[in-house]
């Protein structure tokens, strides 16, 4: 089993949608968990933090189920300028590292 | 805040020659950075953590000889691709981790795109 999971779409889904991805991870320590945004060719770009249950910007709300050990991401009324490829990170805090889930691709279309 | 810049952004070269990557934080010092790899249309892949001050951690089935990393300053990271082949061709980005507190988040430079002919 992969240590962090995605699915890799891609989701298209029509402008003003509510769109979700989910991202399972094995280590049950893991305290720290982020979501990135990459576009093509650049480099991937904080998008949020979840250290407890969830955490909320604007448009986007990351959940956090301990239990499951899964995270999730939710973008409300989607803009074309969303259309990226969203990374799952899960920090390994007993090697000090951060790993990455293969990412979603997400294409929002007009 | 929370800058890190890399050079070059690109770079094309015949194969056996080195290339040597910077990744700098601007704004803040780190004492950790990551270099990773990516293929096209795939993941980011852990190469090894630099540490400041210390050897680098590589990650399993990454050649240390092959990918030289100096972590010289809180500041400064370099990766050296040698005696490069065109199977090394790959967009190599580092990264810095910044505490704040009790929690770490990672912070990516632009990356480098290699192409070695």
């Keep these: 089993r992969k240590e962090v999971e995605q699915d890799p779409g891609p989701f298209n889904v029509p402008e003003g949608a509510t769109v979700a991805f989910n991202c399972t991870y094995s280590n049950s320590a893991s305290q720290s968990f982020f979501w990135y945004r990459q576009d093509c060719r650049k480099e991937p770009k904080l998008l949020m933090s979840v250290y407890s249950s969830g955490n909320e910007d604007g448009r986007f709300t990351a959940q956090l189920n301990r239990a499951s050990q899964y995270i999730s991401l939710l973008i409300r009324d989607s803009k074309l300028s969303d259309s990226a490829t969203y990374l799952c990170a899960v920090e390994d805090s007993s090697a000090s590292k951060i790993i990455f889930g293969s990412g979603t691709r997400l294409s929002i279309r007009p | ?117």
């Design chain 2, 1 to 117: 805040g929370a800058v890190v810049s890399q050079h070059p952004s690109r770079v094309i070269c015949k194969s056996g020659t080195s290339v040597k990557i910077e990744c700098r934080s601007l704004d803040f010092q780190a004492t950790t950075m990551f270099w990773y790899r990516q293929f096209p249309k795939q993941s980011l892949m852990l190469m090894a953590t630099s540490n400041e001050g210390s050897k680098a951690t590589y990650e399993q089935g990454v050649e240390k000889d092959k990918f030289l990393i100096n972590h010289a300053s809180l500041t400064l990271s370099t990766l050296t691709v040698t005696s490069a082949h065109p199977e090394d061709s790959s967009f190599y980005i580092c990264s810095a981790s910044l505490t704040s507190g009790p929690y770490n988040e990672q912070f990516f430079g632009p990356g480098t795109r290699l192409t070695v002919l």
